[in-house]
């Protein structure tokens, strides 16, 4: 079971404390690693710590420094929730508290339905992960939820809608990027945003480059979101979503959230996730070095017209926002074919080592055609304003040898003349 209060004897580093807090292994009849406690419900010690853990869930009193509030019901939290939530936050840069979820989809869902309420506006740069458009459109419209899209590399209009928007709940960013990896200037909208009068929070989907390359918080930013689905996880087998953040407050909203909306991560799906955490450094660093070798080896083939990745970077104002909050290029890389959308199928159907998948981040590289798959849904209008040509291919390098996936781009990019 977690130790609630569970902060390790001294400061340690975060490879160390991803190891070191959050568990008690004498919680665990001796346990080295946490087991899975499956129950739907909790036990009360007594009516009174049912009655008080019920006061703390429906927020009418806070926790006493020290106190062990009880376990109630799992849709409200586990064990493993709690394990896991203990687990990440060293991860993350300042972050203090994390909240769990059963999907990237579901955290983000949650986020927006906390802090924006009917009638509201938000700001959010372009382009967003498929699923969040299809959120904003589909769901968020129709509730009088209103989105203010601006193109990410564009800082100055960003930081205008930020400042401007009237009745503003939040500002949601991504960056890099899905699938041409253009960023964003996440210090600029974060100060932005601290300068209106009402408190706004700034929240990123920093799914492609964090925890390992890329810190939002120490910017200034609120809130932190990740598809676990991808990197935290990294065997493209679970889904899941986490939240973190600098203020606990923020993070318990949204955990009250979850409760309702019953989207919180099972326990077996914790478990696993928490076993993935102390290689999330490992696994990151191996593939982004994997994918500047193999990148900046393929961006000169006659074959490739344009070939995205941050450090093939040209444009100054990228390069910029690059520097100042990047600190390795990471494992995503799209290029665009001479030939095409024909091109680019003939390009999928000849790989032998990456195979042709949506999805990203797993420690097996995957290759995918956006305009026809996870970018279906855009307009011809969108696709040509989000650069998503016809012949753009999109890569998620994994831990293979990259002399191997070397080869095996070089081999179907040869084939195609
Ligand atoms: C995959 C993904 C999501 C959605 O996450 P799920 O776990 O599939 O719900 C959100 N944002 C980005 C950037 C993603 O890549």
């Given at each position: 079971m977690a130790v609630r209060e569970g902060r390790p004897p001294y400061v340690v580093r975060p490879s160390t404390a991803v190891l070191t807090r959050?568990?008690?292994?004498r919680l665990s009849v001796g346990s080295a690693r946490p087991a899975v406690f499956r129950s739907s419900t909790y036990v009360f010690s007594s009516p009174e710590a049912g009655e008080r853990a019920f006061a703390v869930a429906l927020g009418r009193s806070s926790p006493l420094e020290g106190e062990n509030v009880e376990l109630i019901y799992s849709r409200l939290s586990h064990p493993n929730a709690e394990i896991l939530e203990d687990q990440v936050v060293p991860l993350e840069r300042d972050a203090t508290s994390a909240a769990v979820f059963n999907s990237g989809m579901a955290a983000i869902s949650t986020i927006f339905l906390t802090f924006c309420p009917p009638g509201s506006h938000f700001v959010y740069s372009t382009p967003v992960y498929g699923g969040t458009q299809h959120l904003i459109h589909q769901v968020l419209e129709p509730l009088g939820i209103h989105g203010v899209g601006v193109p990410a590399q564009d800082t100055g209009a960003l930081v205008a809608a930020i400042r401007s928007t009237p009745g503003l709940g939040l500002v949601f960013l991504e960056t890099p990027?899905?699938?041409?990896?253009v960023m964003c200037d996440l210090e600029a909208c974060a100060r932005a945003a601290a300068g209106r009068s009402e408190r706004t929070l700034v929240v990123v989907d920093n799914t492609f480059l964090g925890p390992v390359f890329q810190s939002p918080l120490p910017l200034g930013l609120d809130l932190v979101v990740y598809s676990a689905t991808k990197f935290l996880g990294g065997h493209s087998d679970i889904l899941a979503g986490v939240v973190l953040g600098r203020d606990p407050e923020l993070i318990g909203t949204l955990r009250g959230t979850r409760a309702v909306l019953g989207n919180i991560l099972q326990p077996d799906e914790c478990w696993i996730l928490d076993s993935r955490l102390p290689t999330v450094d490992l696994r990151m660093v191996r593939q982004s070095k994997n994918a500047q070798r193999v990148a900046e080896a393929l961006?000169?083939?006659?074959?490739?017209v344009r070939f995205c990745y941050p450090s093939l970077f040209r444009d100054p104002e990228q390069v910029r926002i690059r520097d100042a909050q990047v600190r390795h290029p990471g494992s995503m890389f799209s290029f665009e074919l001479r030939g095409g959308k024909a091109a680019a199928f003939d390009f999928l159907r000849r790989l032998t080592i990456a195979r042709n998948a949506v999805s990203l981040g797993g420690v097996e590289t995957l290759a995918c055609h956006p305009a026809s798959t996870t970018h279906a849904e855009l307009s011809p209008e969108e696709l040509t304003t989000n650069g998503i040509a016809p012949g753009l291919v999109r890569v998620s390098i994994g831990v293979e040898d990259y002399r191997d996936l070397l080869d095996d781009f070089r081999r179907a990019l040869d084939a195609l003349s």
């Open positions: 959050g568990f008690d292994p990027a899905n699938p041409t990896l961006a000169g083939h006659p074959q490739i």
